[in-house]
């Protein structure tokens, strides 16, 4: 009977520590009983709700049109290893570098809903009628190469990834690299993945935070690996989401959705977190016939079962990044202009081969191949180059959506590219 109560015991203890948990309350607890920084937040609500209100005036003017002037988000973003010694092997230094890019490939598939898992809303939408549209942000988050800050001692041209320099002793800000979306990987606390305030600040160099085992989507590197559930880069997701001030859809039930719960009217109330992965339509809302948006990102599923934002959801973040606009640095990234004028890419879609041709010779870039959970699929550097033209084949490359990044002395460009 002991043994049986010990066993039973365990699979409780190892069930609970595998449930997602966020620190971000707790942090704005901590927010909110400082003064000065409860004042910073405050200011900074009220030039969102400004944001937010012209935006929704203008999507209601634009509500019968069927063209665009939204022009891409591109934010320059820095990532931190404090715990990683400077002295560490030039190995592990690489290997984590593209273990942080492969977190931002799955930033920019969630962000721009083109996630893979994505298809399985078809399946489940009737269950949401309130849910119009999924949303997209319309964003590139890029690793800064230029103009690092002088104390950082990185080389132009080479990504902003620290070891053992910055945000140290815990740290959930620092200065240096104000004007940058900084991503610290380290122990988050006590079973906590990680954490962001509700509203994040550039200027005051916020970070959103991490745990070693939930940031990226490969196999990870020596202390960095990340283990399932949490294994496919959605924690970072989750807590980005709050930096762009994004609360749980579980944030109460109320009668005004613009002013009671998460403040997002095309997420169904609800009054508590769902965890693992539950079937769609099984779990309830606080108003009967609602059904929880379990597979929301702002919600406690696992990695696997969540893979959606709400058009209501990605408009607020918007209306988030407008009022943050002016805190982000301009000089972080390398200029895409050049890229952009003097690269075609064709054909796309392609059958898995296709050509990158540039106006003028470029003697020395750089490919890679990614898709959209981050997984590079191919990766080559080119020097010393006299033809504009350059044939690119993938091998065994499923038919869907890829991202390639091509980078020279001149610049850096991500272009989708489609294979059918």
């Given at each position: ?289 609602e059904n929880a948006l379990t597979m929301n990102y702002m919600d406690y599923v696992d990695d696997a079962c969540m893979y959606m934002f709400t058009l209501g959801q990605a408009n607020r973040m918007k209306a988030y990044y407008n009022s943050i606009v002016s805190q982000f640095t301009t000089t972080a990234l390398a200029n895409t202009t050049f890229l952009e004028a003097n690269l075609n890419i064709y054909p796309n879609p392609n059958k898995g081969s296709f050509t990158l041709q540039f106006k003028e010779v470029t003697s020395s870039y750089s ?54």
């Amino acid at each position: 009977m002991k043994l049986r109560l010990l066993f039973a015991l365990l699979v409780f203890q190892l069930s609970f520590a595998q449930q997602r948990t966020c620190g971000m309350e707790a942090k704005m607890q901590e927010i909110m009983a400082n003064p000065v920084l409860k004042q910073q937040y405050l200011d900074q609500q009220a030039k969102f709700e400004v944001e937010l209100q012209k935006l929704e005036l203008n999507a209601n003017k634009n509500a019968n049109s069927t063209s665009s002037t939204n022009t891409t988000i591109v934010i320059p973003v820095a990532v931190h290893f404090p715990s990683v010694s400077t002295t560490a092997s030039a190995t592990l230094k690489t290997c984590l570098r593209a273990l942080a890019q492969s977190q931002i490939n799955t930033l920019n598939a969630d962000y721009n809903a083109l996630n893979t898992d994505l298809a399985n809303w078809d399946a489940d939408a009737p269950f949401y009628p309130m849910v119009t549209s999924v949303g997209n942000l319309d964003v590139q988050f890029v690793l800064a190469t230029q103009n690092h800050p002088a104390s950082s001692g990185i080389a132009a041209g080479t990504v902003a990834v620290t070891f053992g320099t910055d945000f140290l002793s815990n740290a959930d800000s620092d200065t240096t690299w104000a004007g940058y979306l900084n991503l610290v990987c380290r122990n988050a606390g006590s079973g906590i993945l990680g954490y962001s305030p509700l509203g994040g600040s550039p200027s005051a160099g916020n970070t959103v935070v991490i745990s070693k085992t939930s940031f990226g989507s490969n196999a990870g590197c020596t202390g960095y690996v990340p283990g399932a559930p949490y294994d496919l880069g959605r924690t970072l997701t989750h807590e980005l989401g709050h930096y762009f001030n994004l609360d749980h859809t579980f944030n109460g039930c109320g009668t005004n959705c613009s002013t009671s719960g998460d403040k997002v009217c095309d997420t169904p109330a609800v009054s508590a977190a769902t965890y693992s992965c539950p079937v769609a339509g099984d779990v309830g809302g606080c108003v009967a016939g609602e059904n929880a948006l379990t597979m929301n990102y702002m919600d406690y599923v696992d990695d696997a079962c969540m893979y959606m934002f709400t058009l209501g959801q990605a408009n607020r973040m918007k209306a988030y990044y407008n009022s943050i606009v002016s805190q982000f640095t301009t000089t972080a990234l390398a200029n895409t202009t050049f890229l952009e004028a003097n690269l075609n890419i064709y054909p796309n879609p392609n059958k898995g081969s296709f050509t990158l041709q540039f106006k003028e010779v470029t003697s020395s870039y750089s490919v890679e191949v990614f898709d959209v959970t981050g997984q590079t699929v191919y990766e080559n550097n080119f020097a010393q180059n006299t033809n504009p033209v350059q044939v690119i084949t993938l091998p065994n490359a499923a038919a869907g959506v890829y991202f390639v990044n091509i980078k020279s002395d001149k610049g850096l460009v991500t272009k989708k590219l489609v294979i059918q």
